[in-house]
């Protein structure tokens, strides 16, 4: 049986074959606990006119559990966009030591561009691997 660093390992090498820098995951909201503490959350990716569901390799990666009922990482706390808290954390833990630049403002999601980066080449390395991915809901 394969540990859970093995079993996380093997679970990023999958998501980086899907995913590269600014690339969309999109994020379901599943069921809202009644006290509005946590939340089950399921993520998606898109390729051309396929949809595959990615939240069990999420769930590996990420080290969050998977509800029972409502299929989808659990994830607790309030006060904030929790389905974009998903993706960042996903995708800090893809790319943790940053990423290039994707064609600068029109395709690179990173916050560098409207914080004040002003340098648009592909040489541009973004510090923070959290902005390498874009969210939307579905």
Known sequence: MASKAED???????????????????????????SGMSRVIGTVIVE?????????????????????????????GTGMDMGFH???????????????????????PSNDHSNGERTYSRELFHRDGGYALRHRWL
């Open 8 to 34: 996380r390992e093997e679970a990023l090498k999958i998501m980086r074959d899907y995913l590269k820098p600014g690339d969309t995951v999109y994020t379901i909201l599943r069921h809202v606990s009644s």
């Open 48 to 76: 051309g006119a396929a949809a595959y569901d990615v939240t069990h390799l999420t769930s590996r990666i990420l080290g969050w559990p998977i509800h029972r009922t409502h299929y989808g990482v659990t994830v607790g």
């Open 86 to 108: 998903v993706v960042y954390s996903l995708s800090r833990a893809l790319w943790p030591d940053g990423h290039p630049c994707e064609d600068g403002r029109d395709r690179c």
